[in-house]
């Protein structure tokens, strides 16, 4: 009898189409950073082999939900390639990559496609950097941070919960948290009111997809920073 395999649906059948490259990811740990905040640990399956890791670097993952999967990005953490092994952290909320990784034990598998994530430090240098995003794209965050070294930098972060302060990040200065509302205005505002001529900075801003348009917005006009020198990505949607 042929097993009936969850399907992955028109986005499984375009990343075929691109030869995306498939694996296969085995928990082998977890750690609760804190009550909203989980980093599950993980043998790569080989998905780092021969491969450039570059700052940021995110993996397609697939979710089941019934007789479907879901894919979902998610930033690499502490790769490494000689011990085929890799971190990912789950800001938890309602939804089905919250809700697999609350439940996942060492020896369940989930499948990664990696395929579309590209980002590369800025050449030359900038004077600074001024970065802003919220718990689902800190991973990515700490990442760039770790690598651009004692550059000047900014750091902008909207929390949802009240234990979102306590979670680790990779600069001890320069980071401004801010309490989320309802639609994430307040992190817009800030980011505003401490508007300076930074056309010398690189900006990089990834949050919900309506916070992501704004701050981008507000790099580029109160800024001054180039449209080119600045690289937004929406990591999640809000819902309308």
């Not at 979670?167 to 200065?173: C, E, I, K, Q, W």
Request: charged share 20%; proline share 5%; net charge negative.
């Amino acid at each position: 009898m042929t097993e009936n395999k969850p399907s992955r649906g028109w986005q499984g059948a375009v990343l075929k189409l691109f030869r995306a490259g498939d694996y296969q990811l085995t928990v082998t740990g977890r750690e609760q950073i804190s009550t909203h905040y989980l980093r599950v640990s993980f043998d790569a399956g080989g998905l780092l082999a021969g491969r450039c890791v570059h700052p940021t670097m995110w993996i397609r993952m697939w979710f089941p939900d019934g007789a479907k999967l879901h894919q979902r990005g998610y930033t690499l953490v502490n790769p490494d390639a000689a011990a085929d092994a890799v971190d990912i952290e789950f800001a938890l909320h309602d939804g089905i990559a919250s809700r697999w990784a609350q439940t996942a034990r060492p020896g369940d598998t989930i499948s990664a496609t990696v395929l579309g994530s590209s980002f590369a430090l800025p050449r030359p240098a900038p004077a600074g950097y001024v970065i802003v995003g919220d718990t689902a794209s800190l991973p990515a965050i700490n990442s760039l941070l770790d690598s651009i070294d004692d550059s000047p930098a900014t750091v902008f972060l909207s929390a949802a919960h009240d234990d979102d302060r306590t979670l680790p990040v990779a600069r001890d200065t320069g980071v401004v948290w801010v309490d989320r509302g309802g639609s994430g205005e307040e992190l817009v505002e800030v980011v505003r009111a401490a508007a300076h001529n930074a056309e010398d900075h690189f900006g990089w801003v990834a949050s919900d997809n309506r916070t992501t348009r704004a701050v981008a917005r507000v790099l580029r006009e109160n800024y001054r920073i180039p449209r080119g020198a600045i690289k937004a990505q929406a990591y999640w949607a809000q819902s309308a």
